[in-house]
């Protein structure tokens, strides 16, 4: 049990160091390393445990669609409390501007295909964050608050990584 205990030392480090050269090289979707350096910058360090979601490249259209039938729970939410017309304005806001999403149910990620190369893997960084989010045992306690604000927790947070990611392997926000 000892000698796999530094595997577990040695592979996030040696992920960190040779991940930012590889991003500049090859810019495909190299879930692997997205998967373990978001890990790293969440202070995750049983992540290994986890097996890692599905990732899949898909067009705009693709990412609405599957983003409209998991969002059925939260429309029906804004319709209660907003009404019909700004509950279905606020889904246009999101389809508007999607261009990746995490699917708990299914544990996939979908990414926009459409994207840059180097925008595509800070993207999946940032969907890598929800399922980090989602696999969390505190997940329950938070889930307790305001799924509108819990929302926006889990999305500033899911940010904040994307923006480092692309500071530290795209030469900044794009």
């Not at 890990?39 to 290994?48: F, G, L, R, S, T």
């Not at 305001?146 to 947070?157: S, T």
Request: glycine share 6%.
């Amino acid at each position: 049990m000892r000698r796999y205990a530094i595997l577990y030392v040695l592979y996030p480090l040696f992920t960190l160091i040779l991940f930012p050269v590889g991003i500049g090289l090859g810019h495909d979707l190299n879930s692997d390393a997205v998967f373990s350096w978001t890990a790293n910058q969440m202070k995750i360090v049983d992540y290994y445990e986890l097996q890692p979601p599905a990732i899949r490249a898909v067009n705009k259209e693709t990412l609405r669609k599957t983003f409209i039938a998991g969002s059925v729970e939260s429309l029906r939410r804004w319709q209660s409390l907003y009404g019909l017309d700004r509950a279905h304005q606020i889904m246009e806001k999101y389809l508007k501007d999607i261009v990746g999403m995490f699917d708990p149910h299914t544990q996939t990620i979908y990414v926009g295909q459409f994207l840059s190369p180097c925008r595509q893997q800070a993207v999946l960084a940032h969907e890598m964050v929800h399922f980090f989010q989602h696999r969390n045992i505190m997940a329950a306690a938070i889930e307790a608050y305001d799924p509108d604000a819990v929302k926006m927790i889990r999305e500033m947070e899911a940010y904040q990584i994307q923006r480092r990611f692309m500071a530290q392997s795209c030469g900044g926000p794009n």
